[in-house]
């Protein structure tokens, strides 16, 4: 089956740990984006990446880094600098130009 | 940088009634997409509109693109329980940067 996989689908660290969030597609897309979502909002961009070996901070960079090394993976790392964690992450992926994005499940990220 | 806002941000109906949820943009868009994300589930991708005054519908669902291209609107007829969820609408930018609106929250009543 084709598609954008996220793991893993609940994630719990402790204050000050950095975890990375796992972001894998088959769908042969160029571009992924990384979007954050809290209770009741919107999704706010992260970061986002249009090939490989290059990416671009988005909205909400601040506190998280990525790496683009494989067309198939865009791995997200929310480090100890990020103050408020806690949140739903959406990874998604498209062709480059005006085409949809396929999401994820999504991975839900608690900070205690 | 250019965002794109949606109202309402809630909306609940009786189940039957019409909904519509407005996308505005200050800046003129090259297309708008909407998605639709249930409760505890991801967005998924419903259409994306292109030309200026464009007119699509999908069963009960219109979605409309308007003619200065800086607005949209999502018309569901006859709401049904399935149609619960967070509407979104959401514009691609230059450099492939997708941006989403806030979202409406559509609650149906049975």
């Known amino acids: 089956d084709g598609g954008i996989t996220q793991s893993p689908k609940y994630l719990f660290r402790k204050e000050g740990q950095n975890v990375t969030l796992s972001c894998e597609q088959n769908?042969?897309?160029?571009?992924m984006y990384w979007y954050r979502q809290d209770p009741g909002q919107g999704l706010r961009l992260i970061y986002y990446s249009q090939i490989v070996n290059d990416f671009q901070k988005g909205d909400i960079a601040e506190g998280y880094s990525v790496s683009r090394e494989k067309k198939e993976s865009f791995p997200l790392t929310v480090t100890s600098a990020q103050k408020n964690p806690t949140a739903f992450y959406l990874c998604?992926?498209?062709?480059?130009?005006?085409?949809?994005?396929?999401f994820g499940q999504g991975t839900r990220l608690t900070v205690v | 940088g250019q965002q794109v806002m949606q109202i309402p941000q809630y909306q609940h109906v009786q189940e039957g009634e019409d909904f519509t949820t407005y996308c505005n943009s200050s800046t003129t868009l090259s297309n708008i997409q909407w998605y639709k994300q249930r409760p505890g589930g991801h967005p998924v991708f419903l259409i994306q509109l292109v030309k200026s005054g464009e007119v699509k519908k999908q069963k009960r669902l219109t979605f409309q693109f308007g003619e200065a291209k800086k607005n949209s609107s999502l018309h569901i007829t006859a709401t049904q329980t399935t149609d619960v969820g967070t509407y979104f609408c959401?514009?691609?930018?230059?450099?492939?940067?997708?941006?989403f609106g806030p979202g409406t929250s559509l609650s149906v009543i049975p």
């Open positions: 998604a992926s498209s062709e480059g130009g005006a085409t949809e994005a396929f």
């Open positions: 769908l042969n897309h160029d571009a």
């Open positions: 959401a514009a691609k930018t230059s450099y492939d940067k997708v941006i």
